[in-house]
């Protein structure tokens, strides 16, 4: 059972579009990560949010804590092609992540 | 400074067969986790150890089983392969103040036919 839910589950755009990826639980979270995951290689940790509603940057990605701690959102800006991978959220429960469906981008030039 | 490494990086097997991937943790981390990913799909927790021993273990059978050694570094033994075994295996270390901050290796892809 998977108690992270992503979507979309894939994305296809152009470059300068803007996106959203959401990540769903029913669960509770004392933290939530996202990861970007390229081919052949693991997930790299891009940020962990830790409070409710907190919001958090890097250069051009956006990303959010739900106020109950258990969703969060991705929303990447003028999107480039250096940015296509997957994209895994990932709940922290005792130590172990928890981690999400996926979400794979494909961004075109 | 080496991060995390694994080997194999690929390997086939056969059904029924048992195989044994190594993970070298980042320098300075002392606890390694293991995670199966499946193709599309999220990494999946196996089990984590820390000081030589297992210390959470995730939804997985008995035919999953590991070890740690002194240095830190850490096996994973898979027995009586199945088909539905065959993923990608990461390891990712950590210190275990800072459990919650991992560093991944590029992973063992398994096939098994």
């Known amino acids: 059972t998977q108690l992270l839910e992503q979507s979309p589950q894939f994305l296809s755009i152009q470059e300068g579009e803007n996106l959203t990826v959401y990540c769903n639980s029913s669960?509770?979270?004392?933290?939530l990560q996202w990861y970007r995951q390229e081919p052949g290689e693991g997930p790299v940790l891009l940020v962990t949010v830790v409070t409710g509603g907190e919001v958090k940057k890097l250069k051009r990605l956006t990303f959010q804590f739900g106020d109950a701690r258990k969703d969060s959102s991705l929303h990447i800006t003028a999107a480039q092609t250096g940015d296509t991978g997957l994209y895994l959220c990932?709940?922290?429960?005792?130590?172990?992540?928890?981690f999400g469906t996926g979400t794979r981008l494909q961004v075109f030039p | 400074d080496a991060g995390v490494t694994q080997s194999p990086t690929h390997l086939i097997k056969t059904r029924g067969q048992q195989v044994t991937l190594r993970c070298s943790p980042k320098?300075?981390?002392?606890?390694v986790s293991w995670y199966q990913q499946a193709l599309g799909q999220g990494p999946q927790f196996i089990f984590q150890y820390y000081e030589e021993e297992e210390r959470q273990r995730g939804n997985f059978p008995d035919r999953f089983s590991g070890h740690q050694f002194p240095n830190y570094s850490s096996e994973l033994n898979v027995n009586a392969l199945l088909l539905g075994d065959s993923a990608l295996y990461l390891c990712?270390?950590?210190?275990?103040?800072?459990?919650?901050?991992?560093?991944f290796g590029a992973g063992s892809r398994l096939t098994v036919l």
């Open positions: 990932a709940g922290v429960r005792t130590d172990k992540l928890i």
């Open positions: 669960s509770v979270f004392s933290s």
């Open positions: 320098s300075g981390h002392d606890t």
């Open positions: 990712a270390s950590s210190l275990k103040a800072g459990a919650n901050v991992l560093t």
